[in-house]
């Protein structure tokens, strides 16, 4: 893959001093949508790091995975939830247990590795599943018995058991994109940064670590095309930065943060929309119930005590976003509209005496982000008030997304995060990342609840919803008696893009770049 120096810098663009990634990061001037219509350049939250849709970290990293590995499906663009065929002609449920599908004729791999099968469809699917793999999305595929290859194109997907989340946040998401099999194998370790086989809408045609992506047109792709001929891709972590390029004229589309959405709907930039969608996500404080000095549950809920919630989320998100009671947004079983903790400094103050504890001093990592920096800052000056001294150590993307993986061993010192997950639309793709064979992986709290892994496994087969509504709540009310968890806020997403385009986004204001079109 080739990497080129960039050219000249315009005057206008700012990235070279206020970029995500410091003064080493410099941003090209964009061939402008206005000129010739063929490049859509937009603003993601980070760089990429894994492009193996079984070890994925971020939500940017599912966006071109999506793009360069063909998917089953896709989500559907809009204000309601659907999915789109991308690699299948057709795609049924037959029964609980049984999905028939057949793949489009005439889908190639790059590379000379030749046309997509149902083999290949076989060998990636149950790579995910594969328990010795370790994939920390083997739980998108919990219900698989096996994938059943019927001729070159067609197979049955065969399910253990009924699953309710397959077409909401298992075939939808790269759990299904198509990988070669002969490629997969000849390499021999998971795909990082230079993807093999290559099999989408797009190819990814350039990546400048921490400055830039290309993603271009596959001309082997014989079915519907993206919007754009490329896709530049910028990493901007604070979502600051990225509106003052949007303003500058740097980018066609950006995530902002939620505390500027109030200004810029009041004054949008001349040619822009600004959009505000409801939001999945979650926001919270985690502790480390292995870290001491919070192995002693006293300690871990006199924190949640000292936390005024209302006044974190006020300060990050300048009254834009409201306080959240869970992992599970409004509209979703198993929302709540409470937690089972309040905001009680003096309790906090008696549970801190009563263990002793004096003196404390511990850590809070955080994301290299404005808002994150202003909600940690609330936390800090919370806990300060009833003794304990918190340093607040912010990261980059790339160092914070692996704080509390068993593969370093910053994990043995991580004490508080805060923290922000993306979210599908079912609730066990919330409490999956909890659960025992999460910890170490994306469960840094390091919660382990036999009672709540087992609440989660009755979810998945639940399709009656008060029933839904009633597990879900309880698991969440576990998460609360745990004393690992500060549950903040939901926030709200918002966007802005150029009147020139129209964007592809999900209900929840998540991208699908093969789905942005020019308007």
Sequence with gaps: MKNVLLGDVS??????????????????????????????????????QVLDPAFRLSLPEDDIIRSIFAPMVIPQAGDTWGWKPIAVDSIEQLDDVTVAFKLKDNIGFTDGY???????????????????????YAGDWDALKEVEVKDTLSGLIHLKNKFVPLWSTTLPTPASCILSKKAVEELGEKITTNPVAQSGQY??????????????????????????????????????????????????????????????????????VVLEKPSLAYVWL?????????????????????????????????GAAAVGNGILAPGLPGSRDSVTYDYDPDRARELLAQEGATDLNVTLDILNQSERL?????????????????????NDSGTFWTLGSKDGDYYLKLQLVLSRFSMQPDPSWATVWFTPEQVGVWNWERFDNAEY?????????????????????????????????VFLTHEVVGAIHRDTIKPGLKPNGESLFSEFMPA
């Design 11 to 48: 005057r206008r663009s700012f990235f070279a001093a206020l970029g995500a990634f410091g003064a080493a990061t410099m941003v090209a001037p964009r061939a402008a949508l206005s000129q010739d219509g063929k490049v859509l350049t937009l603003r993601s939250y980070s760089d990429l």
């Design 114 to 136: 030749g046309q997509m099968t149902a083999e290949d469809v076989k060998f990636s699917i149950e790579r995910i599943a594969d328990p010795a793999m370790e994939s920390p």
């Design 286 to 318: 985690g502790i480390n119930q292995d870290a001491e000095p919070f192995t002693n549950i006293n300690i871990r809920r006199a924190v949640q005590h000292a936390i005024d919630r209302q006044t974190v989320v006020d300060a990050a998100y300048y």
């Design 453 to 485: 892994k087992a609440l989660h496994d009755q979810g998945l087969v639940e399709s009656d919803l008060a029933k839904r509504d009633e597990i879900y709540k309880k698991m969440q009310g576990l998460m609360d008696e745990s004393g690992c968890y």
């Design 374 to 394: 202003a909600a940690a800052q609330v936390i800090q000056a919370n806990l300060a008030d009833v003794g304990i001294n918190c340093e607040i150590k912010q």
């Design 203 to 272: 190819l990814l045609a350039e990546w400048q670590p921490k400055q830039k992506t290309i993603l271009r047109r596959n001309p082997g792709w014989a079915h519907e095309q993206g919007g754009f001929e490329e896709i530049h891709i910028i990493p901007i972590e604070d979502p600051a930065t990225a509106e003052r390029g949007f303003e500058a004229g740097d980018l066609d589309y950006t995530w902002t943060s939620v505390s500027s959405l109030p200004r810029l709907k009041q004054n949008p930039p001349a040619g822009s």
